[in-house]
Structure formats: C-alpha cells, structure tokens
C-alpha cells in the first residue's frame, strides 16, 4: 500500500518511521510518502492561508496551494488513490472503515490547519476521484496530523504481513466478525500470581471451549459497563455457533 500526506508540518508524521508502522515501511509492506504543503506555494512568506469569505474569526487553507500539490503527488504513480480528508465533521473513523481502507492500494491523505481547506479543494477532486472525510471522534484538535497518524497505524497494523500473528487483529475490539459489537476483555500474562492478584483459573486450564466462553462473557460485561449502546448491534446467535463450534 502507499500513503500521501501533505502537511505544512511534516515532522510532526516522524512517528510514522517508528514501531509497527516503521517497521513496515522498512519491510517494503507500505510505503508512505510525506510532503510539505508549502512547498507549493510562491510567495516570499511561503502562505497557506487567508481570512474566511463572510468574516468570522480564524483563516480558512487556500485552494491553490493544495491544488497544486494534489495534482503533483496524483500524477506521481499509476492508479486512482483515495482522498482522506481528516475533519471533525467527517463520517466517523471506525474499525470497519480501517478494514475498508486497509485493502486500497493507495491513499492521499490532507491534515489541515486553521479553520480547514477551502470547499472548492473537496469539490475539485470529489469529480475525479474517491473522497473521503473523516473524523477520528467528537472533539477538535489544533490539526489534522494527530488524526493520519492515528487512522495510518490502525490501517497499517492490518495490511497483510504486517503483524507477527495475523489472528491478533480478529480477536480485537469492533474486529469484524461474532464478536464486531463487542469491547476485548481484560488479557492477563505471567506470573500467574502477582501482589496477590492472580490469574483468572479457567485462563491456566487448557480447556479452550470454557476459554472461550469467558473471554466472551468478559467481552459482554466490559461491553455494557464501558460501550453499552454497542450491545443493540450484538448477534446472540453468533455467539451461540461460536460456543457449539468450541
Ligand atoms: N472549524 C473546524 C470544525 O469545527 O469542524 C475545525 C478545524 S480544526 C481546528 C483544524 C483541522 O484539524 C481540521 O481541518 C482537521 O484537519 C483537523 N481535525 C481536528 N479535529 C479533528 C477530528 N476530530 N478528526 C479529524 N480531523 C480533525
């Protein structure tokens, strides 16, 4: 997979370079590219930005240079990437979605700052190309590269490879699948006794069909103290043909 982001602040995507998404990147299983927005601009101040039409405080990201740049990164390889645009007012950033994403073989992503990117920008490329806009959860940060770091790495920790044991993403809270409305429940390691606390015992007695059971009504409990209104999308018949099958 390959990943665009144009940002007027590259460093802050270094992260990307680092852990699981690194190590991806250095593995050759995806490869991202990160471009600085003012590199397409041309006056002596290198701005990105101006006051919005119909006043109201803060300034709203030019159209030009974006344009400038969506053009360049798009005539730089084959294909018809999807555009990510991070905005508190996008459809929301869910697992489901990272599944989608995770099976595109190219995304564009645009962090902006300020007030956001001028409509235009969206209608522009909305013509000729998949556009997304995307919110990583009900709250306004300073800018969208905290939200491409976060979706880049729940889409990355998917991609074929990337992680040692593949079933690790299935058993995960909101995976798709019998348990998709359902939290992940509390995970334990050795020692099996530690300051008194111990290990669950039907976690030690290697019966996997009561394992799984626990794990699931441990899913159930976390799900309904945490995340209830989850619970109305849960398959109790689901769960029923996981247990036989165990
Ligand atoms: N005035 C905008 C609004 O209320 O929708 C908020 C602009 S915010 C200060 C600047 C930029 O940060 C956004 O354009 C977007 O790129 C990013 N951003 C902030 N919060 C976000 C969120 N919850 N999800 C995705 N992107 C976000």
Do not use: C
Request: glycine share 10%.
């Amino acid at each position: 997979m390959r990943i665009d982001i144009v940002s007027i602040f590259p460093e802050y995507l270094e992260p990307l370079n680092v852990s699981l998404v690194g190590k991806a990147r250095a593995r050759g299983l995806l490869d991202v590219r990160v471009h600085d927005l003012r590199a397409w601009t041309h006056d002596r101040h290198h701005t990105v930005d101006d006051t919005p039409y119909g006043g109201g405080p803060g300034m709203v990201m030019k159209p030009e240079p974006w344009g400038e740049a969506l053009d360049a990164v798009l005539a730089d390889g084959e294909g018809i990437p999807e555009l990510i645009v991070p905005t508190p007012s996008g459809v929301p950033f869910t697992q489901r979605l990272a599944v989608e994403l995770s099976a595109a073989p190219w995304l564009v992503f645009t962090p902006a700052r300020y007030e956001g990117i001028d409509r235009r920008v969206i209608e522009e490329y909305g013509a000729r190309l998949r556009v997304r806009e995307v919110s990583i959860g009900d709250y306004v940060l300073a800018g969208g590269e905290a939200p491409v770091l976060v979706m880049t790495e729940a889409i990355a920790r998917l991609l074929p490879g990337v992680l040692g044991n593949a079933a690790s993403h299935q058993d995960d809270s909101f995976a798709p699948g019998p348990m998709a409305a359902l939290l992940e429940g509390p995970v334990y390691t050795k020692p099996p006794s530690w300051r008194g606390h111990e290990v669950p015992e039907v976690l030690v007695s290697g019966h996997h069909g009561k394992i799984a059971r626990w794990r699931r009504d441990e899913a159930l409990r976390r799900t309904i103290a945490h995340r209830p209104e989850l619970i109305a999308g849960a398959d109790p018949a689901a769960f029923d043909k996981r247990d036989r099958a165990t």
